[in-house]
């Protein structure tokens, strides 16, 4: 299965939104794998980090992608609620910071996350640093 959600994942950021870069961090290894799939088909992904694995003190919530055809079906904001939910359940009270990509920076902000800090480019995209507290 994992090959499967890299695989999708190599679809979304590499090919679709042209941009090289290094995948593989051995986050995976630690990190829940949440997705929506269908019929042998992936359709929306997200990895939930827990607390101190990329950030100090926050759980993550990371790589969050979908299919094209499934974005008008608003696939990604249920898979984001289903990420924040495993978030509360696994660890209750610990806040969550992400690297958003800046075109995103509304979307992330429904969900209750808040900017912070100075904006970077990271892969040559534009990113912002987001926190939530629960």
Known sequence: MLYQLL???????????????QDLDFYDLEAYHVFCKKDGVIYAYARVLPPNTTYQGYASIGRVASLLEARKNHLGTKLMQFALNSCQ?????????IG??????????????VLTGEPYIEDGIPHE??????
């Open 129 to 134: 640093i987001m926190i939530k507290t629960i």
């Open 7 to 21: 695989a999708f994942r190599q679809k979304v950021f590499v090919v679709e939104q042209e941009c090289p870069y």
């Open 89 to 97: 359940e696994k660890w209750p009270s610990t806040p969550i910071k």
């Open 100 to 113: 958003a990509q800046a075109y995103l920076v509304a979307f992330y902000e429904s969900f209750g996350f």
